[in-house]
């Protein structure tokens, strides 16, 4: 595997980069707590911190005042799953294989938490939607791997939401079936039950003497479809109340930051989102069709104190692809 992390890329002068490197490589001696926090379907121009009008997100903004933002960040696939799959393994959808809805990450990549939980590294993740249930095979190399949901991600379905349990089938229209009633079930969950889980995981990984990696999905933002709807008022719908989502998100952002307290200072923090959303350009609204600018660029911030400088805006190309070598910079565990 080469790597390139964002901790090569982050400066926009020759000294910049320099000072960076030579952070990330003195923290082969203290390897820091680390904690990845993935909001789904997050554009960068409806949070405060990248300039937008619309509403303020406090949160996030403060992660990004005490670390550095990055203003050309993107994904190399506008869907969760195969994007989470690019995160998590440091390489392109083209290498890891993973092409569909039907797909599971093949054991035969390596993932971020096998590498970190090989080198002593406890490994944990909290998760909020089905895209990342454990059966897309995302859980490689955690210890825990919490994808318990309790809502349905589709909505309007009549009966009562019904414990459904995840399965894999070898038949595609029986998968498509299948998939369908787990949507209409326990398919998401919603924001503040993920931080709810999350800080009560905390409590036992602080409880070792191990440095600890945690994974934290919010789902917040995606839109619900209503199945009495049809698409257009659904669509309608997503767009108009996207900013609140945000904000509703950015709000449970701050209070997992909270709950962290003084140990955020001592720890690496890496936020972004897996990909962006289309809110009415080019005549589409969502995801996963196109490779519109609005689907691809994502939001970066990266929070290390004493190691990566703070109030940086960092104009360099980078992508979901490079979490995974950054975070393994700063554990001192880059080949």
């Not at 390139?4 to 000294?15: D, E, H, I, M, Q």
């Not at 990845?36 to 903004?61: C, F, M, N, W």
């Not at 009966?159 to 399965?167: F, I, L, N, Y």
Request: hydrophobic residues 40%.
């Amino acid at each position: 595997m080469k790597l390139r992390g964002l901790c090569a890329t982050v400066g926009t002068s020759l000294l910049v980069v320099s000072i960076i490197v030579a952070s990330c490589m003195a923290s082969r001696e203290t390897r820091p707590n680390v904690l990845l926090v993935t909001i789904d379907t997050l554009r960068p121009d409806h949070l405060s911190l990248y300039g937008s009008p619309l509403k303020e997100t406090p949160a996030i903004d403060s992660l990004g005042h005490q670390g550095t933002v990055f203003d050309a960040a993107h994904c190399d696939v506008t869907w969760t799953t195969p994007s989470m799959a690019s995160t998590m393994t440091g390489s392109y959808a083209i290498h890891h294989g993973f092409k569909s809805p039907y797909d599971r990450l093949s054991d035969a990549n390596v993932t971020l938490a096998e590498i970190l939980r090989g080198a002593g590294y406890q490994t944990a993740a909290i998760v909020g939607s089905y895209p990342l249930d454990s059966i897309y095979g995302l859980d490689q190399g955690f210890e825990v791997y919490d994808d318990a949901m309790t809502q349905p991600l589709l909505t309007g379905a009549t009966a009562e939401v019904q414990p459904v349990e995840s399965k894999r089938l070898d038949d595609v229209k029986a998968q498509q079936d299948w998939n369908f009633q787990k949507t209409i079930n326990n398919s998401m969950r919603p924001d503040d039950q993920v931080t709810d889980a999350a800080l009560a995981l905390l409590a036992s990984l602080r409880s070792q003497r191990r440095p600890f990696f945690l994974w934290v999905h919010y789902f917040g933002p995606h839109d619900l479809p209503d199945i009495a709807l049809n698409v257009f008022e659904n669509a309608t719908i997503h767009v108009d109340t996207y900013a609140d989502k945000v904000v509703r998100t950015d709000r449970e952002i701050g209070r997992l930051i909270a709950g962290l307290g003084t140990d955020l200072d001592r720890m690496l923090v890496i936020l972004h989102a897996d990909h962006g959303e289309s809110l009415g350009e080019h005549e589409f609204v969502g995801h996963g069709r196109y490779l519109f600018e609005d689907n691809l660029r994502v939001p970066l911030i990266v929070r290390w104190p004493g190691h990566v400088p703070a109030g940086i805006r960092a104009q360099a190309l980078v992508g979901n692809i490079d979490i995974a070598p950054t975070v393994l910079e700063a554990a001192g565990l880059a080949k």
